[in-house]
Nanobody
Framework: QVQLVESGGGLVQAGDSLRLSCTASGRPFSGYTMAWFRQAPGKEHEFVGAIMWNGATTSYADSVKGRFTISRDNAKNTVYLQMNSLKPEDTTVYYC?????????????????????WGQGTQVTVSS
C-alpha cells in the first residue's frame, strides 16, 4: 500500500508561481512512475505531467508545457510540480498519482487508469 499526500496549493494571482509537493509512504518510492493530474468539479481527470521512476524522462500536457516542471527526489519520497506563469484556467484540484513502472513512451502514461495510488488533492486557485 502506498499513501500519497499533496501540499503546496493555495490562492495566487495570474502570473504567479506555486510548487506542489507529493510525499509517498508505505512502499519504496523508487520504481513508481509518478504523475500529476487535475480535475475540476464534474470533469474527468486531466493529465498534467509524469516522471519516470529515476527522473530521467518527463512528459507534459500541451496546456502546461513550458510553464510547469515535474521533478522528484527519491531520497525524500517526494515528487514536485513547479508551476510558473499561472493562469486562471489552471484553477482546479491537483492530484498526484503513482503507478508501478508505467511507461512514459506510451499513451497509457496519460491515462488515470494507469495509476493505482492517488492522493487526496490540493486546491490551486488563480485569480485574474
Amino acid at each position: 500500500q502506498v499513501q500519497l499526500v499533496e501540499s503546496g496549493g493555495g490562492l495566487v494571482q495570474a502570473g504567479d508561481s506555486l510548487r506542489l509537493s507529493c510525499t509517498a509512504s508505505g512502499r519504496p518510492f523508487s520504481g513508481y512512475t509518478m504523475a500529476w493530474f487535475r480535475q475540476a468539479p464534474g470533469k474527468e481527470h486531466e493529465f498534467v505531467g509524469a516522471i519516470m521512476w529515476n527522473g530521467a524522462t518527463t512528459s507534459y500536457a500541451d496546456s502546461v508545457k513550458g510553464r510547469f516542471t515535474i521533478s522528484r527526489d527519491n531520497a525524500k519520497n517526494t515528487v514536485y510540480l513547479q508551476m510558473n506563469s499561472l493562469k486562471p484556467e489552471d484553477t482546479t484540484v491537483y492530484y498526484c498519482a503513482a503507478g508501478w513502472a508505467v511507461s512514459l513512451g506510451l499513451g497509457k502514461s496519460k491515462s488515470p487508469t494507469s495509476y493505482t495510488y492517488w492522493g487526496q488533492g490540493t486546491q490551486v486557485t488563480v485569480s485574474s
